[in-house]
């Protein structure tokens, strides 16, 4: 058991930002206006699974670093990340099982199911190179909405929320969600901000995220098309100049055809949806954080 401590101990020392759990917490009391046992227990496993997840995603993606820091995969090995990975979410699990009623079940299982049927999908696009903008928020929903919704609806659920209570939940933590991984991927493509990660990464994974989106419907087809075809054509034998040059011309093509700016509309839509959905809850200072978590969306650099 020692490598498992090992590896334990580096994750509890690189932990993340513990947004899911955060949430649970603040919805919990913004329903009830208290935390009671049921609602920290929803917190605890939500973050447990997302770990899990993670060190599974870092293998499939085959990442060297997160956080600013070294991966399990790559300080251990891809074997070590996939089996503590197990290892974390088998406790999540297993808290849910014998702490939680079905519905808390239901709605983690759920979500396990859509972040393996995101991560499917997003393979299945970046192999053929015809992802539309559908595509692409169905992914963002599997990979990373679904949890924030399993997080937040859980712990309602555990606060005796109403149905009312329960729809604004529901609606609140998808446009959450959403909002939040249309963040992410608008720092890949954002040299300015600054934010402490490498740019220009999703494309050469070919991923198409929302600044790519808004490129290829404001260029002319011609240029959009034979950057897309060039694009086909980049594969591991690929030298790592060919590779770089190819991310900065996609920063350079989606600064110069309006990119970004279609991304932070879209951005701006979700975050005012989300803001919108809270209007039935009571006013309380947990209300107010969320509906305050939500406008931070658009300025965060983490």
């Not at 609606?171 to 720092?187: K, V, W």
């Amino acid at each position: 058991m020692l490598l498992l401590n090992q590896v334990n101990a580096y994750l509890l020392e690189h932990s993340g930002k513990q947004l899911r759990p955060l949430l649970a917490l603040l919805t919990g009391r913004a329903i009830s206006g208290v935390c009671n046992d049921k609602v920290l227990r929803c917190a605890v496993a939500a973050e447990l699974l997302h770990t899990g997840t993670l060190l599974h995603d870092d293998v499939a993606d085959n990442s060297p670093r997160r956080r600013g820091a070294p991966t399990v995969m790559s300080l251990y090995s891809p074997t070590a990340s996939v089996l503590v990975g197990d290892f974390w979410l088998s406790r999540g699990i297993d808290l849910i099982l014998t702490k939680c009623d079905n519905e808390v079940l239901s709605l983690f299982a759920g979500c396990l199911a859509k972040l393996a049927e995101g991560e499917m999908l997003q393979l299945e696009k970046a192999s053929s190179l015809d992802a539309t903008e559908e595509d692409y928020n169905t992914i963002i929903f599997c990979k990373t909405a679904s949890l924030f919704k399993a997080s937040m609806m859980s712990a309602a659920h555990s606060a005796d929320v109403s149905a009312v209570q329960m729809e604004a939940v529901k609606s609140y933590s998808f446009h959450l969600g959403m909002a939040f991984q249309m963040m992410d991927d608008i720092f890949d493509y954002s040299t300015c901000l600054n934010v402490g990660k490498p740019v220009g990464v999703d494309i050469l994974d070919k991923k198409f995220t929302l600044p790519f989106f808004g490129f290829l419907y404001n260029a002319p087809c011609e240029i959009s098309s034979e950057f897309v075809e060039r694009l086909r054509l980049l594969d591991m034998n690929s030298g790592e100049e060919e590779k770089q040059a190819m991310s900065r011309e996609a920063l350079a093509l989606v600064e110069r055809y309006g990119g970004l700016d279609y991304a932070y509309n879209r951005l701006e839509q979700e975050i005012s949806k989300a803001v919108t959905s809270l209007s039935v809850l009571d006013d309380s200072p947990a209300r107010e954080y969320l509906v305050e978590f939500a406008r931070y969306m658009s300025v965060r650099k983490c």
